[in-house]
């Protein structure tokens, strides 16, 4: 048996880089997973390679009425999702704090932060209802140590965490467990252009990591046996803020 055969899952920045990743290993280990994004094409092609074990469905997390609409359309062709990786998150563009505008301030903690809390919000109420549930919100070792040039995406990833331990306290009566994963630099396509050069004598392991190397994480973190855990943080940054 697979660690989530039968279960919902739901991950929201699911049609690429690690959300992708995210989607194809709760497919192979059993799951039913919807993919939530806001890139059409990339979304269609992954679940169409995912076969019947996979949906996807436009979410631009920051939306209130789609979440609302995306529940409703999972709980009808999958059912309640027991799982939901809040992964969906943007960088920022490397501002000075005294150089950026409160446009791209609000824009990234939109996505980065009010996605995380409207997706929660959303799925506890059916967690409840069957009994449990597990959401694993993606943070970044920017949510642990303090980042230059990124004020804007270490406060979001800083807020995920503490979000992450507040509603964990809310909900572990109901059998809920929330936690959050901390990543350090994984080679996908947010980091741009950038290569092995930027963790030279930062990152103790002295190497990006792979998306699986991370995925490998959240599906621990997202199933039982994690599930003495939560309010907790779960780290895969090669030793970065150690
Ligand atoms: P990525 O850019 O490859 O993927 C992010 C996904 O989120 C994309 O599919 C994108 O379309 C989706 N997305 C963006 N805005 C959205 C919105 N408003 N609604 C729905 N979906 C939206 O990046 P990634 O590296 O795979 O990042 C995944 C998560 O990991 C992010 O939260 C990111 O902050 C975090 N992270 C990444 C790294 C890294 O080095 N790559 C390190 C630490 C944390």
Redo the contacts with the bound molecule.
Sequence with gaps: MARFDGKTVIV??G?????ATHSRSFVAEGARVVI????DAEGEALAKELGDAAIYRH????DEQQWARLIEETNAVFGAPAVLIN?????GKGAFVEDETLEDWRRLLA??LD?VFLGTRAVIPGMKAAGGGAIVN?S??AGLIGTPNAADYTTSKFAVRGFTKAVAMEVASHGIRVNSVH????R????GPLGDEVVHGKVALDRMAA?EEVTRMVLFVASDEAGYSTGSEFVVDGGWSA
């Design positions: 929201t920045g049609a690429r880089g690690m959300g939530a994004d806001v890139l979410l631009d997390v920051t992964n969906a998150g943007i960088g996505v980065n996605g993606i970044s070792f990543p350090g630099y994984i996908t396509p947010i980091l998306p």
